[in-house]
RNA sequence: CGGAGUGUAGCGCAGCCUGGUUAGCGCACCUGGUUUGGGACCAGGGGGUCGAAGGUUCGAAUCCUUUCACUCCGACCA
């Protein structure tokens, strides 16, 4: 390609809502542009990089057993009232209706549509297992799309789902999808982590994420800090050690206690002299449901913050909002004085609390604290309900746990019978009983990944694409185009890398060097030739677009150097 | 969804408060010339339904009403 021909308008300037570098550089590189809020064009070198990232997973899938299909964008209603996520899925799912009043959903995800391509084709154990995939535009509506491709509403998205005939096989499917997926990121070549997950409003026994480590990453990961342990999760499923120490030296005597305008748990702890953690923490929330909302209480150890996703999965709640003084005066309960202790509303207690006693908590009653409260023999619902901090131990092996940002690219899960049950998909086993399949399903965010390379990969100049994601791997800049030496040899070397299958752009425009040697920064091409000056000592410039370095090479000698790359 | 803003040339902005020549600036673009190793310079030039609709007025980019879009902070986010 000549950069003469090639549709690239780069600028100086960045769009004033850029503050990722991944969406400045590929704005201001000419790869995408945006048109609508959340949607995004991609321009010829966009569409090149996305094509590429598209590539490396096609081969990867397809070679793990996958076989690739393209479903329908628009999908009937019908399908996601069936398996009851119509009404579950919340303003993210984009509804509307067609000249004759049938209602379509823009499919943010597509299980309804694979089961329903599946069902009544595979009938038998014997056609399992099968692993479909599509490479598709997805839409969601997003509250608050921002960060350029990193969190847009009309993204391009990697969706598999795979149908067996019992857990073992899916588990087994699972993995080799787990290996799949690292060896795409390590093509692509990022730095990442796959991680325990919460596994979300798609439901399902078990998920991990595949998290690259990027500072601007929207998600907290906590990782083991020991190299032999590879224990790493999301914050929203992690979990440590009970660091939990009994003083042999702490005594109560049970009952209630005076304790007026005392309700943070500082003041408490100053007040009784006593650690934090002998003091029983309720957090109030308001559980909303499809038909109604509820305040529902957590308990948690002093020295504990409640983790909001783990408190809205145990409540199984659509969602969890603030309780408000109203909400909590309605369900006659005491703010700032909250227990255990006789209560009307639902509750959950953390599983570190379970037998624990010489505690201290609310009375459920103005201005009082019941001392020494035990949990001994108390039938409560226990649940991990909190969030591991930065310096925990490990659960695994007892290392010191650390929290890094990540941005969450893949997920994969086990999804079992939720939606083959639902959209009532079933076969025939090896004893001729029907049964629903088991299914697995697999994401990847392909046009999150272009901006994903960027974020790990630039500096203040621009972008630093990576050999497999580069749209153009050698940038041949001519110098003064109208030098008639260099521009002939400039030429030569196209005819000579385009010859030899190399991936290469010419930049033969009437600009002064450093405009092209700025594009080529900002773009981010691995490799650029310069042509100029240096030619008339026959020698031509070879530049590392990762170090800035540049070194001569003899022209005769530069086609072979290429080659060694 | 709550709060706060912004819409004027391809991009970034001024003008609006206090209505009144032909709506301006920088970058980008076109022509000619000089330049050619780090985003050059000189001269000339093209490009605007001032987001949209309605209203007030002799007169509206400017004041009023409605509406649409986009952005920021937060909540949210397989």
């Given at each position: 390609?000549r950069?003469t021909?090639?549709?690239?308008p780069?600028?100086?300037?960045?769009?004033?809502?850029?503050?990722?570098?991944?969406?400045?550089?590929?704005?201001r590189?000419?790869?995408?542009?945006?048109?609508g809020s959340?949607?995004?064009?991609?321009l010829?070198?966009?569409?090149?990089?996305?094509?590429?990232?598209?590539?490396?997973?096609?081969?990867?899938?397809?070679?793990?057993?996958?076989?690739?299909v393209?479903?329908?964008?628009?999908?009937?209603?019908t399908l996601?009232?069936?398996?009851?996520?119509?009404?579950?899925?919340?303003?993210?799912?984009?509804?509307?209706?067609?000249?004759?009043?049938?209602?379509?959903?823009?499919?943010?995800?597509?299980?309804?549509a694979?089961?329903?391509l599946?069902?009544?084709?595979?009938?038998?154990?014997?056609?399992?297992?099968?692993?479909?995939?599509?490479?598709?535009?997805?839409?969601?509506?997003?509250?608050?799309?921002?960060?350029?491709?990193?969190?847009?509403?009309?993204?391009?998205?990697?969706?598999?789902?795979?149908?067996?005939?019992?857990?073992?096989?899916m588990?087994?499917e699972?993995?080799?999808m787990?290996k799949t997926?690292?060896?795409?990121?390590?093509?692509?070549?990022?730095?990442?982590?796959?991680?325990?997950?919460?596994?979300?409003a798609?439901?399902?026994?078990?998920?991990?994420?595949?998290?690259?480590?990027?500072?601007?990453?929207?998600?907290?990961?906590?990782?083991?800090?020991n190299?032999?342990?590879?224990?790493g999760?999301?914050?929203?499923?992690?979990?440590?050690?009970?660091?939990?120490?009994?003083?042999?030296?702490?005594?109560?005597t049970?009952?209630?206690f005076?304790?007026?305008?005392?309700?943070?748990?500082?003041?408490?702890?100053?007040?009784?002299?006593?650690?934090?953690s002998?003091?029983i923490?309720?957090?109030?929330?308001?559980?909303v449901?499809?038909?109604?909302?509820?305040?529902i209480?957590?308990?948690?150890r002093?020295?504990?913050?409640?983790?909001?996703t783990?408190?809205q999965?145990?409540?199984?709640?659509?969602?969890?909002?603030?309780?408000?003084e109203?909400?909590?005066?309605?369900?006659?309960?005491?703010?700032?004085?909250?227990?255990p202790?006789?209560?009307?509303?639902?509750?959950?207690?953390d599983?570190?609390?379970k037998?624990?006693?010489?505690?201290?908590c609310?009375?459920n009653?103005?201005d009082y604290?019941?001392?020494g409260?035990?949990?001994?023999?108390?039938?409560?619902?226990?649940a991990?309900?909190?969030?591991?901090?930065k310096?925990?131990?490990?659960?695994?092996?007892?290392g010191?746990?650390?929290?890094?940002?990540?941005?969450?690219?893949?997920?994969?899960?086990?999804?079992?019978?939720?939606?083959?049950?639902?959209?009532?998909?079933?076969?025939?086993?090896?004893?001729?009983?029907?049964?629903p399949?088991?299914?697995?399903?697999?994401?990847?965010?392909?046009?999150?990944?272009?901006?994903?390379?960027?974020?790990?990969h630039?500096?203040?100049?621009?972008?630093?694409?990576?050999?497999?994601?580069?749209?153009?791997?050698?940038d041949?800049?001519?110098?003064?185009?109208?030098?008639d030496e260099?521009?002939?040899f400039?030429?030569?070397?196209?005819?000579?890398?385009?010859?030899?299958?190399?991936?290469?752009?010419?930049?033969?425009?009437?600009?002064r060097?450093?405009?092209?040697?700025?594009?080529f920064?900002?773009?981010?091409?691995p490799?650029?030739i310069?042509?100029?000056?240096?030619?008339?000592?026959g020698?031509?410039?070879?530049?590392?677009?990762?170090?800035?370095?540049?070194?001569?090479?003899?022209?005769?000698?530069?086609?072979?150097?290429?080659?060694?790359l």
């Amino acid at each position: 390609m000549r950069f003469t021909k090639l549709f690239a308008p780069t600028t100086k300037d960045a769009p004033k809502d850029a503050i990722l570098p991944s969406h400045i550089y590929l704005v201001r590189g000419g790869f995408v542009s945006q048109i609508g809020s959340g949607i995004y064009n991609f321009l010829p070198l966009g569409k090149i990089v996305l094509d590429k990232i598209r590539t490396v997973v096609k081969e990867e899938l397809d070679n793990a057993g996958a076989q690739e299909v393209m479903l329908g964008f628009v999908t009937p209603s019908t399908l996601w009232e069936e398996s009851g996520r119509y009404a579950k899925f919340g303003k993210e799912l984009l509804r509307f209706k067609d000249r004759k009043n049938n209602e379509f959903v823009l499919g943010p995800t597509h299980e309804e549509a694979m089961v329903d391509l599946v069902r009544n084709r595979v009938k038998s154990y014997k056609q399992l297992p099968l692993n479909l995939y599509q490479i598709n535009t997805k839409f969601r509506d997003e509250a608050r799309p921002r960060f350029g491709l990193l969190r847009g509403r009309e993204f391009l998205m990697k969706d598999g789902y795979s149908f067996h005939e019992s857990i073992e096989d899916m588990q087994r499917e699972y993995a080799l999808m787990e290996k799949t997926y690292s060896q795409i990121l390590q093509r692509l070549g990022l730095d990442f982590r796959v991680v325990e997950a919460d596994s979300g409003a798609i439901g399902g026994s078990g998920s991990k994420e595949f998290m690259v480590l990027a500072d601007n990453g929207e998600d907290d990961i906590v990782f083991c800090k020991n190299p032999s342990c590879g224990y790493g999760a999301n914050i929203e499923a992690a979990k440590s050690k009970d660091n939990f120490v009994f003083d042999s030296e702490v005594e109560m005597t049970p009952g209630e206690f005076h304790t007026p305008n005392i309700s943070s748990i500082d003041d408490l702890s100053e007040f009784f002299h006593i650690p934090k953690s002998y003091l029983i923490k309720a957090v109030a929330k308001k559980a909303v449901y499809e038909d109604r909302d509820e305040v529902i209480l957590y308990f948690i150890r002093g020295d504990d913050e409640l983790q909001e996703t783990k408190a809205q999965n145990i409540a199984k709640a659509l969602e969890l909002e603030d309780a408000s003084e109203e909400d909590l005066k309605a369900a006659g309960l005491v703010a700032g004085f909250m227990g255990p202790i006789d209560l009307d509303v639902k509750f959950f207690v953390d599983e570190r609390l379970k037998d624990r006693d010489l505690m201290i908590c609310g009375a459920n009653k103005e201005d009082y604290h019941f001392v020494g409260y035990s949990f001994k023999d108390k039938d409560f619902d226990y649940a991990d309900l909190i969030s591991v901090k930065k310096g925990d131990e490990c659960i695994k092996c007892g290392g010191e746990l650390d929290i890094t940002k990540g941005i969450e690219v893949g997920h994969i899960f086990q999804l079992g019978t939720n939606y083959s049950e639902a959209l009532n998909a079933t076969f025939l086993d090896r004893d001729g009983k029907t049964k629903p399949f088991v299914m697995g399903t697999y994401g990847i965010g392909v046009s999150r990944l272009v901006a994903v390379v960027v974020e790990q990969h630039h500096d203040d100049k621009g972008a630093i694409w990576t050999k497999s994601t580069a749209p153009f791997t050698y940038d041949i800049i001519i110098s003064n185009i109208k030098d008639d030496e260099q521009k002939r040899f400039g030429e030569e070397l196209y005819q000579q890398l385009l010859n030899g299958g190399e991936s290469v752009l010419l930049d033969d425009r009437a600009e002064r060097f450093g405009f092209k040697m700025g594009d080529f920064e900002l773009i981010g091409f691995p490799y650029a030739i310069i042509v100029g000056k240096g030619l008339k000592e026959g020698v031509v410039e070879l530049v590392d677009r990762k170090t800035l370095t540049k070194q001569s090479v003899p022209k005769d000698e530069i086609f072979s150097k290429i080659k060694e790359l």
